[in-house]
């Protein structure tokens, strides 16, 4: 089955970066083929989409994060990332990655890790 693993977060300095992983496996088709997407939710709050990359690497993020924050994935290595730069520390939360239930971002993000926290000060 599908499963998504996040790693990298931690503590970090308000200015400073991060970068987040997410392992994937248990994939019937390709990873190349499905749309990925990092989510975080902080405490008290709904859990809000940072950005997206579909199948063809276009990125799409909130306007809270952008010019700050990068989407990339290594196919190769069935790895999506989080570069996070001049962390502010209302970017708090907890991180998660998910992954399109078709290969388009549209059909919604169905599968999920566990969540990986950020919390910066």
């Known amino acids: 089955h599908v499963q998504l693993v996040e790693s990298g977060g931690g503590s970090a300095l308000a200015g400073g970066s991060v970068r987040l992983s997410c392992a994937a496996s248990?994939?019937?088709?390709?990873?190349?083929?499905?749309?990925m997407a990092w989510f975080r939710q902080a405490p008290g709050k709904e859990r809000e989409m940072v950005g997206r990359i579909s199948s063809d690497g276009a990125t799409t993020y909130a306007d809270s994060v952008k010019g700050r924050f990068t989407i990339s994935k290594d196919n190769a290595k069935n790895t999506l990332y989080l570069q996070m730069n001049s962390l502010k520390p209302e970017d708090t939360a907890m991180f998660f990655c998910?992954?399109?239930?078709?290969?388009?971002?549209?059909?919604?993000?169905?599968?999920w890790g566990q969540g990986t926290q950020v919390t910066v000060s």
């Open positions: 998910a992954r399109s239930r078709t290969q388009y971002c549209s059909s919604g993000f169905t599968y």
């Open positions: 248990g994939y019937t088709y390709s990873y190349s083929v499905y749309c």
